[in-house]
């Protein structure tokens, strides 16, 4: 059985700075692409940033410059380094991984970010 768990999620000031962490297990081939999406409140679920095996980047306009995303392909495994937050950065952030064209989710882990 496929699972992705999240983790590094938390409470942080505006101007902070969070590291999530994505770990999959029972995945025969690697991959591709792996990403973070979120959901806030009352809100659609939007990407965040996507890495492919080769290395590739994907961002959303509004977390270009404040958040990098990579990862170790050969543990299937992908992080999201987070700087400079904002409020409006606040959500649940979810780990995405596609693998010969099924997607798989994790649970989420919540940000806020808040004084």
Do not use: H
């Amino acid at each position: 059985q496929v699972q992705l768990v999240e983790s590094g999620g938390g409470l942080v000031q505006p101007g902070g700075s969070l590291r999530l962490s994505c770990a999959a297990s029972g995945i025969i081939f690697s991959f591709n692409p792996m990403g973070w999406y979120r959901q806030a409140p009352g809100k659609q679920r939007e990407l965040v940033a996507e890495i492919t095996r080769g290395g590739s980047t994907n961002y959303a306009e509004s977390v270009k410059g404040r958040f990098t995303i990579s990862r170790d392909g050969a543990e299937n495994t992908v992080y999201l380094q987070m700087n400079s937050l904002k409020p409006d950065d606040t959500a649940v952030y979810y780990c995405k991984g596609t693998s010969i064209g099924r997607a798989y989710w994790g649970q989420g882990t919540q940000v806020t970010v808040s004084s």
